[in-house]
Structure formats: structure tokens, C-alpha cells
């Protein structure tokens, strides 16, 4: 975290007995110094290449030390003969026991006594890959289906070199052939269809018929047993509701029991539940290198 704790010397002092306003100093004028300014930060690096696709170069990783830091730049040293010439890197240092990322483009390559000096300036691809937020998988409207950003094989290879924390967020139940998001149904065990009516049935607990609720039901609306005539039944106390039989209203398939059933928004396929395809949803999360912060804490 960036602190200017250290800088005592630029506050007010606090034994004003006059009461004076106190005059607060301009901390942007200290930040934009230290912006333009380049700082003695001696720190382990390692520096991975990166494709136009995004995906690291784990082979070429190359370690080395930085030397200076600035804002907008750094300049690190690396041992002769490890250099492969790549422009744009992922640049990792380590501070604070864990290591953080930023993505550079080399623009100085100097050759010395114990091997090459390299100065780079922040930006480029890879530091368009992890600014902004932490990816997460959002539902995509056009797709139907948890997408990333970026395409499943980059988050993989960046956990792989150990440059993104990866957190299964959920698992969900998605359509076996696409990986589109499908809704669910109880549907008729027999043609998968939704359109299922199950009839309501009473138990009559004296005389322990069960029939047809509507064969309970009179005119006025008062609920009477059809086998042992008593009348002014009272749910709860003398009967209770049951579950029929399922009625199937496109294949006429009766049945004690539905099915779970998918149906898949994007291709439209119909799935039985235990058929559905388990997704894991990841987030991935990366450590960004704040130069100031790293160059506060070092000076
Ligand atoms: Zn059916
Ligand atoms: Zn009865
Ligand atoms: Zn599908």
C-alpha cells in the first residue's frame, strides 16, 4: 500500500497555539515527483514473454534483478546468454514475499560485464490483460452460456505459470452437448414434455377413502366424503390432500412420477437431469504491481 508516512519532515507541525489555520500540504506535488523520477529498487524479477494470443512463454521465463523503478518504467538486469528478444513481457516482482505483475515492452537492450540490461516502460498487451478487474464468468445474452474475457486456454495457461490465482466460484448444470444454459422441468418420464397434470386427491381419514378431490367437493362448496356421507369435512382433522397420478398432456402417459428434464436455450436439446454437464466457474485473480507503492516502500 502506498504510504507517506515517511515524509514527516512535509507536515504542519501540530504544537500551533495560536490556532492558526493549519496548512495542509500539496501531497500531489510529492506523487508527481516521484512520477517522473527513477528510484535505486534492487528486487528479484522474472520476466515471461508474451504471444499476440496472450499466452505466456513459460519455456523463455527469465530471471534477473531490477535496478531502477520509476512510475512508468523499469530497467532490470539479466545474466548473459538468457535473452531470447522479445519485445512485450509479463514482468513479475517479488515484494513483500509474493510476486507482482505488470506487463512492459523493452525499449533499451545494453550489453555489460555480467550481462544484458533491459529497459522497459510498462504497457503493452500483457498490462492490457490485467488491468482493470479480477475476470469472472458472466452470462453472455448472445452466447446463452458463463463466459470469460479472454478464451479458457489464456486462464490457463497464466495459472499454469503461476501468475493467476485461480478460485472456483461455482458448478453449474449446463447442456451436455453445447455448454448452453438450460432451463429445468418436471416432465413426463416417458416423452420429456412438460405439459404434466397430476389430479388432487383426498384421503378421508375415518373411513380411509381416497378418491378424485372433485368427487368431495358439492355445489356450495362444502366438502363431503362420496363413500361414507359425512359432511363439513375440515382439512387437517378429517382428510388430507394427495398427489395423484400424472397425467402427460401430449404423449397421455400416466405416471407417479416426473422427470427432471433440461432444455438447453441455445441448441435446443432436450436432456434428461442426470445427462446435464458439469461446469466449474473460475475467477482469476492477479497480483498487480503498483510501482509506486514498491518505490515508497523502498526509499
Ligand atoms: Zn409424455
Ligand atoms: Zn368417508
Ligand atoms: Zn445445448
Known sequence: MLTLSN?????????????????????????????????????????????IDGLLDLERRVIGTSRELSVH??????????????????LGMHWQQQVHYAGVIVRRIKTHERGL????????????????????????????????????????????????????LDRILVCPRCCGVPTFRHACRKCGAGRVKNDR???????????????????????VCPKCRQIRLVVGSDFEYLTGENLCGSCGWRDSETELYGHCLRCNWRFEMHQAREQEL??????????????????
Open 117 to 168: 540490461f533491459l529497459g522497459a516502460e510498462f504497457g503493452g498487451l500483457a498490462q492490457e490483460l490485467i488491468e482493470g478487474d479480477a475476470p469472472l464468468p458472466t452470462f453472455d445474452r448472445d452466447e446463452l452460456a458463463f463466459v470469460l474475457p479472454q478464451s479458457p486456454k489464456l486462464y490457463e495457461n497464466w495459472s499454469q505459470a503461476g501468475v493467476v490465482e485461480k478460485t472456483l
Open 7 to 51: 515524509n514527516t519532515d512535509a507536515l504542519p507541525s501540530v504544537d500551533d497555539t495560536n490556532h492558526a489555520p493549519i496548512e495542509i500540504p500539496d501531497l500531489s506535488d510529492l506523487f508527481d515527483q516521484r512520477q517522473d523520477r527513477r528510484f535505486h529498487v534492487v528486487r528479484p524479477v522474472e520476466l515471461i514473454p508474451i504471444g
Open 73 to 90: 518504467s523499469v530497467a532490470v538486469d539479466i545474466p548473459a546468454g538468457e535473452w531470447h528478444s522479445s519485445q512485450q513481457l509479463l
Open 201 to 223: 386427491l383426498i384421503h378421508h381419514f375415518a373411513c380411509a377413502y381416497v378418491g378424485l378431490a372433485t368427487e368431495f367437493t358439492t355445489e356450495t362448496g362444502e366438502v
Open 282 to 299: 473460475h475467477g482469476y485473480h492477479v497480483r498487480r504491481l503498483a510501482p509506486l507503492a514498491v518505490i515508497t516502500d523502498s526509499i
